[in-house]
Each structure stands twice: as structure tokens, then as C-alpha cells.
């Protein structure tokens, strides 16, 4: 079970992004992240007719590291370490290691 997944706030916490908040888009082999407007880069663009696109330099978000991200904790306001438990019924959910509180529900 990973600590961090695809729909998790998350808060940037190394890098040229530190501090901007964002929803992580998808994640690339378990190692590397992409969080909606973070780390953007221009991209060059070719006009493709066939396929109705224009051409020009488009802003588009690259992958961070995925330890250099760490989940929100809307309780604190502030980024959280996350730990995976084992409830009564046998569910493994994630959980916030200041207060807790799970994250799965």
C-alpha cells in the first residue's frame, strides 16, 4: 500500500515549489509524482491539422519525486508523515502519525 495515491492534497516540501499546495494527477512507477500546478516546464508544440491542434509553447506539470511531497492534514494546516495500521476487520488504512486520525475512510 502506498502512503501517498492519486486524489491526495498534498503540499510540496523540497524544490523550487516548496510550500504550494496541490492534488496529486497520477503517479509514475511508485517513485515520481505529478501535482497539478506544480513544477511546470514550457513545452514546444508542433500544429498537428490532422488532429485539430494548434501549435505554440504550452505550460505543462513535470514529475517530482514522490519524497518530496508530503500529504496535507487539514486538522494541523500543515504537511503530515503517513503510517499504514491494521484495524479490527483486517482493512489496512493510511493514517496521519501526529494525531491519528485516519485518512481512509
Known amino acids: 500500500m502506498n502512503k501517498i495515491k492519486t486524489g491526495d492534497d498534498v503540499i510540496i516540501i523540497a524544490g523550487k515549489d516548496k510550500g504550494k499546495r496541490g492534488t ?12 497539478e500546478g ?4 514550457k513545452k514546444h508544440v508542433k500544429p498537428n491539422p490532422n488532429a485539430g491542434e494548434s ?3 504550452i505550460d505543462k506539470e513535470m514529475p517530482l519525486d514522490i519524497s518530496n511531497v508530503a500529504v496535507f ?6 504537511a ?3 503510517g499504514i495500521k491494521v484495524l479490527e476487520d483486517r482493512r489496512r488504512v493510511r493514517y496521519f502519525k501526529s494525531n491519528n486520525e485516519v485518512v481512509d475512510v
Open 55 to 57: 501549435g505554440g509553447i
Open 38 to 41: 506544480a513544477n511546470m516546464a
Open 24 to 35: 496529486v494527477l497520477k503517479i509514475i512507477d511508485n517513485e515520481r509524482v505529478v501535482v
Open 80 to 82: 503530515d508523515r503517513i
Open 73 to 78: 492534514n487539514s486538522a494541523s494546516g500543515k
